[in-house]
């Protein structure tokens, strides 16, 4: 194979990868305008934005498995996301220091 073949076929290789990972940005592509109960939550990943994907994305698991994202923008999801990101205080004594 001539090396004129050569670069062309890495060339095209680089495109069809760089195609690839274009196309998978992110893992939200549709977004829920509302949200389900707290009791029917089982998970909630907050994924902060990367080179790959420039915004911020939450995906909830319910208690069926069934995946779906939130619209962050949305008041009540911002609720939601504070009253969970607030730190809880603890009620019980550590334990003592001698």
């Given amino acids: 194979m001539s090396r004129i073949m050569k670069v062309f076929l890495f060339l095209a290789v680089m495109v069809c990868i760089s195609e690839a990972q274009l196309s998978a940005q992110c893992l939200c592509q549709r977004v829920r305008n509302k949200i389900i109960l707290v009791s029917d939550m089982q998970d909630i990943n907050i994924y902060q934005p990367t080179v790959f994907c420039d915004r911020v994305e939450i995906v909830v698991t319910n208690n069926s498995g069934l995946r779906y994202c939130l619209n962050p923008n949305l008041k009540a999801v911002q609720r939601l996301m504070a009253s969970?990101?607030?730190?809880?205080?603890?009620t019980t004594a550590g334990p003592a220091v001698h």
Avoid: Q, V
């Avoid at 969970?84 to 603890?90: A, G, N, Q």
């Fill in 84 to 90: 969970i990101m607030k730190p809880k205080t603890s």
